[in-house]
């Protein structure tokens, strides 16, 4: 796999504003899961956290707890595939149609269902469209 310098949700120039927005928003919750999740307890922070049962952060539950609430929100596997590829592995359009044998077209048709599904789910639909 090739190393992109290029945002592949830039590089759409189809896109809205808005899809843009909601993407980079998917990614940024995706990886501040990623990161919380990798960070050692610190030795004088209680373990159960005052919680029955407990033993993680709020820090860590709440970084996972966005990023899955945003992932059920794409709520098509299809869907959710392009919407991952492309926003957090950084994978273009081309790639992703070239592997599935679907045009391109197709591909940045899902793309933008997910991205307005994440946009809903963010609650920005009521604003301006770019």
């Known amino acids: 796999m090739r190393l992109r310098n290029v945002d592949p949700l830039t590089g759409i120039t189809s896109l809205t504003r808005q899809q843009r927005e909601a993407g980079q928003r998917f990614r940024d919750e995706f990886e501040r899961s990623q990161r919380e999740g990798l960070q ?34 794409l709520a098509h596997w299809e869907v959710a595939e392009v919407v991952r590829k492309i926003c957090l592995q950084g994978q273009s359009v081309k790639a992703i149609a070239e592997r599935s044998g679907e045009g391109r077209d197709v591909v940045v048709k899902l793309l933008k269902v997910g991205l307005d599904l994440l946009a809903v789910h963010y609650g920005m639909m009521g604003r301006k469209a770019g």
């Open 40 to 73: 050692p307890q610190s030795w004088s922070e209680r373990v159960d956290s005052g919680r029955i049962g407990g033993g993680v952060p709020d820090r860590v539950l709440s970084a996972g707890w966005a990023y899955a609430h945003a992932a059920a929100a």
